[in-house]
């Protein structure tokens, strides 16, 4: 129990460090032209970050500190690809089914758009992470975990950014109101992935 618990602390923790690291960064504005890429390298940043501390973990796990340097190394890799490939994805998907200026407008087609956008990112980021281990049990709980992660994520980002929204614009100022519901999603994406990878791999074990 001690190493789920450990593994999705990590893991969370990783992906919350790393949006507070770039929220700073982010316009005020969600129609600033800085924004694309701002977001862009938010995402970078965070799933760089829960690679390298899913796989450090991993490594300490088995006991061997090459092994930790070797996961956190490939960590870091595969969660670059995966996970900026997974966003490209749901980018595309929203793009493709809603518009490009969905989220410029209210309603519960905006949260549907939220669950395709931020599904993909969890679910190849967990995918890849997971396979780091070379166990197709633990790859497969990976992906779940990223994807339940993701669509829960994009279920409640905006209800979280309509009440904290008062508060960030008068903090910030600007029209901007998601940091805290970013804040959450990748919290919860590290979260899932180390706690679905951690679990099957223990009851693999006992199996």
């Known amino acids: 129990m001690k190493s789920i618990f450990w593994r999705t602390a990590a893991c969370a923790i990783a992906g919350l460090i790393g949006w507070a690291v770039m929220e700073p960064g982010?316009?005020?504005?969600?129609?600033?032209?800085?924004?694309?890429?701002?977001?862009?390298?938010?995402?970078a940043t965070v799933v760089c970050a829960i690679?390298?501390?899913?796989?450090?973990?991993m490594g300490i796990e088995l006991g061997s500190k090459r092994k930790a340097i070797l996961y956190a190394f490939l960590g870091l890799i595969v969660g670059l690809i995966a996970g900026s490939f997974g966003y490209t994805v749901g980018g595309q998907l929203v793009d493709a089914l809603f518009g490009s200026a969905i989220f410029m407008t209210a309603g519960p087609q905006v949260v549907i758009a939220r669950v395709i956008a931020f599904a993909p990112l969890g679910l190849f980021l967990g995918l890849a992470?997971?396979?780091?281990?070379?166990?197709?049990?633990?790859l497969i709980s990976g992906a779940i975990g990223g994807l339940i992660a993701g669509a829960a994520s994009g279920l409640i980002f905006d209800m979280v950014g309509m009440v904290t929204g008062p508060a960030m614009q008068a903090a910030k100022g600007g029209e901007e109101?998601?940091?805290v519901g970013r804040a959450i999603f990748f919290s919860l994406l590290g979260g899932g992935i180390g706690l679905f990878t951690a679990w099957v791999e223990i009851a693999t074990r006992q199996a």
């Open 26 to 43: 982010m316009p005020i504005h969600p129609e600033d032209p800085r924004w694309g890429p701002a977001e862009r390298m938010m995402v």
């Open 51 to 57: 690679g390298l501390s899913a796989g450090t973990v």
């Open 129 to 138: 992470l997971g396979a780091i281990r070379l166990n197709s049990r633990v």
């Open 177 to 179: 109101t998601g940091a």
